[in-house]
């Protein structure tokens, strides 16, 4: 009797054990994949920022985010939120109303690159991005696109504007574009020589104020930076995308 009772009391301090310990796991993933949410949402709400990479703790969670339909979601929002703001507005006729878009992560995805470096966690690679941005294999954001199509069916001139070097990306880019059904746009503007060094802050402040000089009314302006839609003549009004995988200031 007092063997079976000796049994019992082991079995039952090794699973107390193991139940202890799997809650204890529990709570441990929780608290981590609770702080990379809080992470993310300070990122998109621009409280944290300079950030180099994503922390490295957050690399799943940043997947699963980018991979696993909520960003298709949370895009989809946004951009039901701009097609709407679109129909709104009623065009001039004079030619200068116009529509500013980023390039990368706002009409073509750079996913596929960011997917092997592990979503943001390792540090940029500005010789590997090149390379990539040559290759020409960023797929079009649908919503994005979709969004395009109807400001050019609308009747506003939409001018593309990204910090892709002018010199060594521009025709890359352009071909991109067009391949991923992003052509009959007005103008796309490249970083030239003449930018080199700038913040993108800085450098697109300056070009929006040029086409504001032109005569152009900037009704909207969509990116997936803050330093998209931050400094100078920014728009009537503006819509940030979703992007935690890297920080451009």
């Known amino acids: 009797m007092r063997m079976r009772e000796a049994i019992v009391l082991v079995v039952f301090a090794i699973c107390s054990k193991a139940a202890t310990a799997s809650a204890w796991w529990r709570s441990e993933t929780e608290e981590a994949a609770g702080y990379c949410l809080s992470w993310r949402m300070a990122v998109e709400a621009n409280n944290i920022r300079a950030w180099r990479t994503v922390p490295a703790e957050c690399s799943g969670h940043v997947e699963a985010y980018m991979m696993g339909g909520q960003y298709e979601r949370d895009l989809s929002v946004i951009v039901d939120s701009i097609c709407s703001y679109i129909d709104s507005i009623t065009l001039s006729g004079d030619g200068l109303d116009a529509w500013i878009l980023d390039v990368d992560d706002t009409c073509i995805s750079n996913l596929l690159y960011y997917r092997g470096r592990r979503y943001g966690c390792d540090p940029f690679d500005p010789v590997g991005f090149k390379a990539w941005a040559l290759s020409g294999r960023c797929s079009a954001i649908p919503d994005v696109l979709r969004v395009f199509v109807k400001l050019i069916a609308t009747g506003f001139k939409v001018f593309l504007v990204t910090g892709r070097d002018e010199e060594t990306l521009g025709q890359a880019t352009i071909r991109n574009l067009h391949n991923q ?50 400094g100078e003549y920014t728009g009537n009004r503006t819509f940030k995308l979703p992007n935690p995988m890297y920080f451009i200031p």
């Open 181 to 230: 059904g992003f052509f009959a746009y007005h103008r796309l503007i490249l970083r030239s020589g003449a930018y080199k060094g700038q913040s993108a802050i800085l450098y697109k402040s300056t070009v929006r104020k040029q086409l504001a000089e032109e005569g152009y009314r900037i009704w909207g302006n969509v990116g997936d930076q803050w330093s998209d839609l931050q």
